[in-house]
């Protein structure tokens, strides 16, 4: 998550989306980054405005603008796919190394018992807010 005070953008970091290569250009212009710890580089936008928001809000300012990065569903299941098949996740309950790219988009599609490595979240979660609706300004 990368914060620009003056301008009021705060860009989100939704996994698997090419947001660290955004990172990487924008941070030296950015008053504040939160870039290594995928807990807190990677909060959504509900905690965003749960913790964040509150200590850069001031009082007669225009409110902050959010900014999010998605990828086609396909393509954002393919990188998690390929993530989680590297070497070092072999022999872990999340590791896809001998499951095919088809059983994997299987078991991620299940509405309940996925396997460990069909648990993921959904790009569309990370975008809302506290009632459930899409709320980020600009995606």
Do not use: C
């Not at 994997?104 to 990370?126: H, I, M, N, W």
């Not at 009632?131 to 980020?136: K, L, T, Y």
């Amino acid at each position: 998550m990368l914060i620009f005070l003056a301008p009021r953008i705060v860009l989100l970091s939704v996994p698997k989306t090419g947001t660290t290569a955004l990172e990487e250009a924008l941070a030296p212009r950015a008053e504040i980054a939160f870039r290594s710890d995928p807990s807190v580089k990677h909060l959504n936008l509900r905690q965003y405005l749960n913790r964040i928001q509150p200590l850069i809000a001031r009082q007669g300012q225009a409110p902050f603008e959010t900014v999010a990065v998605i990828r086609k569903p396909l393509d954002w299941l393919g990188s998690w796919y390929r993530y989680r098949s590297r070497d070092g996740l072999i022999g872990h309950a999340n590791s896809t190394a001998h499951v095919s790219f088809e059983q994997f988009v299987t078991d991620y599609l299940r509405p309940k018992g996925r396997p460990a490595y069909a648990r993921l979240g959904r790009q569309s979660e990370f975008l809302m807010d506290h009632d459930g609706r899409i709320a980020v300004d600009h995606i």
